[in-house]
């Protein structure tokens, strides 16, 4: 689970950067309603188009509002991203503060997650603390 702050910052990042790497790839897939979000089996379809080399790989990502203990959210919310770390991201690997050397797949084991520094400076947070994150609501 990757927990990010201030979709404003991310607004900012997606006109300043490659749009492949913000958009996370060349394609982004949502849903029309939020309330019947992708199931497993809708992935089949995304597993054929990768079995005939249409494309090339796929990565579901769960996004999400959530809230840390009685702290109330900034206005733009608590965004959740909830990922598979062996597959996400497809392009441009994040860099990493602290370990400067990590990678999500060896940092998202054992329940933990990867924050950014407005979400540490934000929750008065240091790494390695612990928290309770609840997730509110769903969306895609």
């Given at each position: ?35 019947t979000p992708l199931k497993q ?100």
């Amino acid at each position: 689970m990757v927990a990010t702050q201030l979709t404003g910052q991310m607004a900012i990042s997606a006109y300043v950067s490659n749009s492949r790497t913000a958009n996370g790839g060349d394609i982004s897939v949502g849903v029309a309603n939020r309330n019947t979000p992708l199931k497993q089996s809708d992935l089949v379809f995304f597993e054929q188009l990768k079995h005939a080399k249409t494309i090339s790989d796929y990565t579901p990502v769960n996004l999400n509002i959530g809230s840390i203990g009685n702290t109330p959210p900034p206005l733009s919310g608590l965004l959740v991203q909830i990922i598979d770390p062996q597959h996400f991201p497809l392009v441009s690997a994040p860099t990493f503060i602290s370990p400067s050397s990590g990678s999500l797949a060896t940092l998202l084991t054992d329940n933990q997650v990867v924050v950014t520094q407005t979400f540490l400076t934000y929750y008065h947070k240091q790494l390695g603390d612990t928290f309770d994150l609840q997730i509110q609501s769903y969306w895609c």
